[in-house]
């Protein structure tokens, strides 16, 4: 819509208050210059009237006497009075409309006064439209229609009574006023256009001029943020160049000892070598995973799962990754429930890992002494439940004017902390964007040299069956037993390495014929797949990014030709997102690179566990999830003793067994119609023979199988997998 307000030069109401006020600003100045430009004006025809009297009147005659013309009076008091109210108005009243007001209607009167001195000649009717041309100057059209009924109604009042003092004759016609009116009204409608455009342009140029200001003071914003953004980084370098080198140093330097000294080393002492190297080799990584994942996340790029999954589980396997480390520095590490504990709870449970790794990471590392606890409960409202978690160390805590800025990316509590515990501050970052993407919040509470509690609050989304206490009893150090008692007994087993580089071939060859496997090797996807087409294998480890044929188009190939044995995704991608698109070309299973020697036994070791069937080569979704310890069983909420209920459920777990298998089979060959019925038959019949924690997962299969949405598949499949290992009798 055209703002014809704004057109005329006129204030619109959409304006922005910072305009109007620039606006207002520019007028002020011109008002307040005008108003002192007439007031000189104003003293200068007050001379200038006294002076036209003494020049034309100076003197009247009465006989042979002459005084003083009245006309001499009249231009010191009449014009004294005229130019004395707006000079006190521009001192005491500058700018305002009300002085404006009075110099227009004096300007004009001025005018008056002069053409009476002048006896009405013609010529000093100019002044008027001198007058009105220069009161244009303040730019206010409403200054104009008094001046202009003063100068119409001093014609006419003056024409009919005096016409000698304003037309300089005796008599005139009674409607010459008019004609001069008119010609003020012709020019007073020139000058309200001039004003109007020069009003114009006054409020373009404030826009223009706001828009610049705003302009330069976002570019003085975006200065400071680029130099503090600079800081930072420099200071991230050197953080990081300082956190690299330390392990580098004790990688290189320990390397360097063995090549030189090997002779003069015992086994003791080279196994401790060993062990730093490999340390550092960690700590490397974990800095590299780190600063990836960060700058994932800053680019809005994290992905989130939302599947079912055991929290308790999770608790336990970071407690479990920990607690040695807890061990080590003499503290206690725990966990326990406040509410029952929840069986299943729909999260990512990757992500909540990450996120539990890392706060109970750090409060391990910053208790010396003491303990450090892991509190969990659900909270259950009308319309949602959350998982509330509480870490709760009696470490070095932290001061109270830190606790905000230590969730910004690079930033420690203190900077000897970097010195004595080492870190790069990005932990806590990741941490709260994690907790917001999983539908909650990470918050901190710390007394300095007290302690440190770190809530973690994450939606929970349905939450199925607590299981009964007794069923998931802590056990503290059962989780260690469950992983030292894996097998890394790897005979009988037949590898393909497929990778193409060279070094990585050779370690990895290492490990599993240590193992006591039989290795094949290949250096890349084509060889791999002639080499798999040929000579069956038990599995196949696949580096996904090499040249000729990479493992993606080599596992879509194989299985494209019915291979059905175990492909494992070897990548150094080690993102979330990557392991999906593993699984989408074809993988069972994962593991990222650098490989942990023991996580390849543990995957390869659970094979070997399995008898070589059909069955044996299904979805690496189990195998992931065997690389966790053990789960509680699920028992049928049926009375089982019932011996025809018992028949009952018995058949059920029959036919469970082969449904699963055919559910695997259906998602490899990517048959979703497959896949929906299977999984339309488990939401059924799994209820009514009491294992409701089935309906859940097997009716969100249902949904994205029948959308033919094979990566969402494999969320609610894994979770059926993982159930049926758990359900007996
Ligand atoms: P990093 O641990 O790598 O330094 P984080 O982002 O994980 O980085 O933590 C940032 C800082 O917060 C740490 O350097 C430390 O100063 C402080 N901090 C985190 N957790 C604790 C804790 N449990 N007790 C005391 N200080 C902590």
Not at 11 to 20: I, R, W, Y
Not at 324 to 345: F, Q
Not at 433 to 457: C, H, M, P, W, Y
Not at 615 to 637: C, F, L, N, W, Y
Request: hydrophobic fraction near 45%; glycine fraction near 6%; aromatic fraction near 6%.
């Amino acid at each position: 819509m055209i703002d014809l307000r704004a057109m005329f030069g006129l204030e619109s109401t959409t304006l922005s208050a910072s305009v109007k006020e620039k606006l207002a600003k520019h007028y002020k100045t011109i008002h307040v210059s005008t108003d002192q430009m007439f007031a000189a004006l104003m003293l200068l025809q007050w001379v200038g009237g006294v002076a036209l009297a003494l020049f034309i009147t100076p003197l009247t005659w009465i006989g042979a006497e002459s005084q003083l013309h009245p006309h001499v009076m009249m231009a010191v008091l009449g014009g004294g009075l005229l130019a004395a109210m707006p000079v006190l108005m521009t001192i005491f009243r500058p700018g305002t409309l009300a002085t404006r007001m009075v110099i227009a209607c004096s300007q004009v009167l001025f005018s008056s006064l002069l053409i009476h001195l002048s006896g009405g000649r013609i010529e000093t009717h100019f002044h008027v439209f001198g007058s009105l041309a220069f009161l244009a100057a303040y730019r206010d059209p409403r200054l104009f229609p008094p001046a202009t009924l003063i100068v119409a109604a001093d014609h006419l009042v003056r024409g009919v009574w005096w016409p000698q003092s304003v037309f300089g004759i005796v008599t005139a016609s009674e409607w010459r006023w008019l004609e001069h009116a008119a010609w003020v009204l012709f020019e007073n409608a020139f000058l309200l256009i001039i004003i109007m455009q020069s009003r114009k342009i006054m409020l373009e140029l404030a826009i223009h001029t706001d828009r610049l200001e705003q302009r330069e003071s976002e570019l003085e914003n975006a200065i400071q943020e680029a130099d503090r953004a600079n800081r930072t980084k420099s200071k991230f370098l050197a953080n990081m160049s300082h956190e690299i080198r330390t392990p580098l140093n004790g990688i290189l330097g320990f390397t360097e000892v063995l090549i030189r000294d090997r002779q003069n080393i015992d086994d003791e002492e080279m196994e401790e070598h060993l062990h730093t190297i490999r340390r550092s080799g960690k700590h490397l990584l974990t800095l590299i995973n780190d600063v990836l994942d960060l700058s994932k996340i800053e680019a809005g790029q994290m992905s989130i799962q939302s599947v079912l999954c055991s929290p308790h589980q999770i608790i336990s396997d970071t407690v479990s990754v920990l607690r040695v480390t807890a061990a080590e520095k003499g503290i206690n590490l725990d966990y326990r429930w406040d509410s029952p504990v929840p069986d299943t709870i729909k999260t990512d449970p990757y992500r909540l890992k990450q996120l539990l790794l890392n706060i109970v990471g750090n409060a391990v590392k910053f208790t010396d002494q003491g303990s450090v606890l892991i509190v969990s409960r659900i909270v259950e409202t009308d319309s949602n439940a959350n998982l509330h978690m509480e870490v709760r160390d009696t470490g070095i805590g932290i001061a109270q004017d830190k606790l905000d800025a230590i969730f910004k990316p690079f930033v420690q509590a203190d900077d000897s902390v970097t010195r004595k515990y080492g870190g790069t501050g990005l932990g806590l970052a990741i941490s709260k964007k994690i907790a917001e993407a999983l539908g909650g919040n990470l918050t901190v509470v710390s007394r300095l040299g007290q302690g440190t509690v770190f809530s973690i609050d994450i939606a929970a989304g349905e939450i199925s069956h607590p299981v009964e206490e007794r069923e998931l009893q802590h056990h503290p150090g059962a989780d260690i037993k469950g992983k030292t008692t894996q097998s890394h007994d790897l005979h009988h087993l037949s590898i393909l390495v497929v990778d193409d580089g060279d070094t990585n071939r050779k370690l990895l060859r290492l490990l599993l014929e240590r193992g006591g496997a039989k290795v094949r090797l290949a250096e890349n996807g084509e060889v791999a797949v002639e080499l798999a087409l040929q000579v069956p294998f038990d599995a196949i480890l696949m580096d996904m990014q090499m040249p000729v044929m990479d493992g993606y188009s080599a596992t879509t190939r194989l299985r494209e030709r019915g291979y059905q044995g175990e492909i494992i995704a070897l990548t150094a991608h080690a993102m979330s997102g990557d392991r999906e698109k593993c699984m989408q070309a074809g993988c069972s299973g994962y593991l990222s690179k650098p490989v942990d020697a023991d996580e390849l036994y543990r995957l390869l070791g659970n094979l070997n566990l399995k008898p070589q069937d059909s069955t044996s080569k299904s979805s690496s979704v189990e195998h992931r999830e065997s690389e966790r310890s053990e789960p509680a069983v699920i028992h049928s909420v049926l009375p089982t003793n019932d011996d025809e209920i018992r028949e009952i459920v018995l058949e059920f777990l029959d036919t469970l067994e082969n449904k699963v298998v055919e559910m695997q089979l259906a998602w490899d060959a990517g048959d979703m119609d497959a896949l929906s019925q299977l999984a339309h038959w488990l939401k059924g019949s799994a209820g009514t023979v009491g294992f409701n924690c089935f309906t859940a997962p097997a009716s969100e299969l249902e949904k994205v199988a029948k959308v033919g949405d094979t990566f969402q598949a494999s969320g609610p499949l894994k979770t059926i997998c993982d159930l049926k290992r758990r359900v007996v009798l």
